[in-house]
Structure formats: C-alpha cells, structure tokens
C-alpha cells in the first residue's frame, strides 16, 4: 500500500498503526496536531456551537422579520392595486345542460340525433370561469347572436351545493 502523499513510499501495518495510535493519544489529551487545525469541519463546528450559544435571540429578530406580526396597522394599508392581473385570460363557459350516456350510444351518434340533457328549459344555465360555477342567467338573443344575462352571481356556500347535485 502507498501512501498518496509520497507515492514513492510504502506503508506498513506498522506505520498505520502508530498514527491511529498517536491519533487516539492526542485525541485523548485534547490536543490537535497541524493537520487537524487545518480541518474546516472542525472549524465549522466550532463557529457553529460559538453561534448557537451568543446569537440565540438573533434567530428570533430574523423570524420576526420575515414573518410580520398582524396587527391593526395592516389593516390601514391602500388596499392592493388590481390592474396587474386585469389583463390575464379567463375561460367563459355557458353550461345548457349536463348528460351521462356509454360509449356505444356516443357511437351511435349520428348528425340530426338529438341528445337529451337534465336542464329545463327556462332554466337558469350555469356561468362557468374557468370550470368554477359563478353564476346564474338566461339566454338572450341581441341581433343574431346569442348572449347570456346574468340573473344572480352564485356565493361560496351555494357552489358547494351545487357540486352535490
């Protein structure tokens, strides 16, 4: 075996014994030689536990400055400028009416078929924004083109009834 610092050199089993030895004699006596001053995880540990010890409250001031109390200060605030998401894309869907059907009726489909949904007419129809139910209306005819009139914009407790129908 060599050693990789003096690659000219063999070792022995003596020669790893003696250092484990003079190892666990320094080891022992709590001293350190130059090679273990020179080991940054040594160093890193001792940094670390001189830390740990003097800058316990200084952990905290951090936490407390990334993580703002609520108080009634927050309140106050101009409330938040809404014009950045003005701009972003939603999906607007117009819901007639909803049915289940197997695949081999889907395959009979043909054009003229006539396919039967749960919704009444006359019915409100569901206002969809980006497949969450909004609101209610009624269909409208405004120069050849259908539209929607909204009749009543639907609240958070309403929805979740509405997903159990």
């Known amino acids: 075996m060599t050693d ?13 014994s ?44 951090a936490g407390e400055q990334v993580f703002r109390p609520l108080d009634a200060a927050a309140d106050k605030r101009p409330p938040r400028d809404l014009e950045m998401v003005m701009d972003i894309p939603v999906k607007f869907t117009v819901e007639l009416g909803r ?9 009979e489909l043909t054009q003229g078929s006539v ?28 120069e050849d083109r259908y539209g929607i009139r909204i009749t009543e914009i639907i609240t958070p407790s309403e929805r979740v009834q509405k997903l159990n129908r």
Request: aromatic share 4%; net charge negative; charged share 25%.
């Open 18 to 61: 003696e250092a484990l030895a003079a190892q666990a004699d320094a080891d022992a006596a709590g001293t350190t030689d130059d090679s273990s001053a020179d080991d940054p995880w040594a160093e890193a540990l001792a940094q670390q536990a001189g830390a740990e010890t003097t800058a316990g409250d200084s952990v905290q001031s």
């Open 4 to 16: 990789p610092n003096k690659p000219d050199q063999e070792l022995s089993g003596d020669d790893w």
């Open 99 to 107: 049915t289940r059907i197997t695949i081999k009726q889907l395959l």
């Open 115 to 142: 396919v039967e949904l749960d919704g009444l007419a006359g019915e409100p129809m569901d206002i969809l924004i980006n497949g969450y139910l909004i609101a209610q209306g009624e269909v409208v005819v405004v």
